[in-house]
């Protein structure tokens, strides 16, 4: 199996930055389209941002385009998420996913049923 870890929440006001990092562990990692997702209280499970196995090709929910970047380093079995000029309506738990079939990376997916292994999430909120 793959244990994934996510880090780098927290509080910060509207505009400012975080950087949100998930360490992936267990089973082979740097073949995977790995994937950001947030949850917000009373809202469903929502995509973020995806990236394929060798970072070339990515994916972002239209609400982030411009605003976020996801990359990843396998030699360090991790995936980021840049986060810059935060809104209160970004304010969320965030995931960090993982999709093992290969196929994927064809073409990167955004729901939550193509996504195997799931990180215990980081709270960011960001305040007005």
């Known amino acids: 199996q793959v244990q994934l870890v996510e880090s780098g929440g927290g509080l910060v006001q509207a505009g400012g930055s975080l950087k949100l990092s998930c360490a992936a562990s267990?089973?082979?990692?740097?073949?995977?389209?790995m994937g950001w997702f947030r949850q917000a209280p009373g809202k469903e499970r929502e995509f973020v941002a995806a990236i394929n196995w060798s970072g070339g090709n990515t994916l972002y929910a239209d609400l982030v385009k411009g605003r976020f970047t996801i990359s990843r380093d396998n030699a360090k079995n991790a995936v980021y998420l840049q986060m810059n000029s935060l809104k209160p309506e970004d304010t969320a738990v965030y995931y960090c996913a993982a999709d093992l079939n290969i196929s994927s990376n064809f073409a990167l997916g955004q729901g939550v049923h193509q996504y195997d292994y799931w990180g215990q999430g980081t709270q960011v909120t960001v305040s007005s």
């Open positions: 267990g089973r082979t990692f740097s073949g995977n389209v």
